[in-house]
């Protein structure tokens, strides 16, 4: 199976209630609980030019400096 037919079918298989309720089922051992996956937002300075970014690049847009993430504590 090639990468974008397994992106699709994950997809598909995300959007279905069935996924859901199984997989909230594992997680909390009761049907019907639904689990809540939350992303953190990074922001990112440019020590060059000081623009602030939400996500993660590899350089600045602005500039062209290297942008490295911030390391976690």
């Known amino acids: 199976m090639e990468a974008n ?7 598909e298989l995300q959007k279905s209630g069935d996924f859901a309720n199984s997989l ?5 051992k ?9 992303k ?8 060059r030019c000081g623009r602030v ?3 993660s690049l590899n ?3 602005g ?3 290297r942008l490295d993430l911030p390391k976690r504590q």
């Open 5 to 11: 037919e397994i992106q699709k079918r994950m997809g």
């Open 63 to 65: 500039c062209g400096a």
């Open 30 to 38: 009761k049907p019907g609980y639904k689990a809540v996956v939350e």
């Open 53 to 55: 970014f939400e996500n």
């Open 40 to 47: 953190k937002r990074v922001n990112i300075k440019c020590l």
């Open 59 to 61: 350089s600045c847009p």
């Open 24 to 28: 909230g089922k594992l997680l909390s």
